[in-house]
């Protein structure tokens, strides 16, 4: 998600914001619990979960805040400089 951010910011390719949106919609659909918070960390191939404990010694609660964090951060600055160069 941060990279195709990323991309998008420095290139202006929508195929990049595209796959932020793709990965993003994966994301959710498979990876994130909408009842209980969190994401899971592993699935099969399928996309059914793999291993339903959301945090051991290979899964932290660090990654997906601070993934969030930076995609707003971009976000931000896209949004910010679209603005500036209109």
Known sequence: LISS???YRDTRKEE????FYKTLE???TYL???EYGEWYGYLHRDGTVAQDAKGNIF???FHIPRMLIEAEI????ILFNE???K
């Open 83 to 85: 603005k500036n160069n």
């Open 16 to 19: 990049y914001l595209t796959w």
């Open 59 to 61: 899964k932290g609660p």
């Open 5 to 7: 951010l990323m991309l």
């Open 74 to 77: 971009f976000a931000k600055d």
């Open 32 to 34: 994130a619990d909408p």
């Open 26 to 28: 994966y994301c959710q």
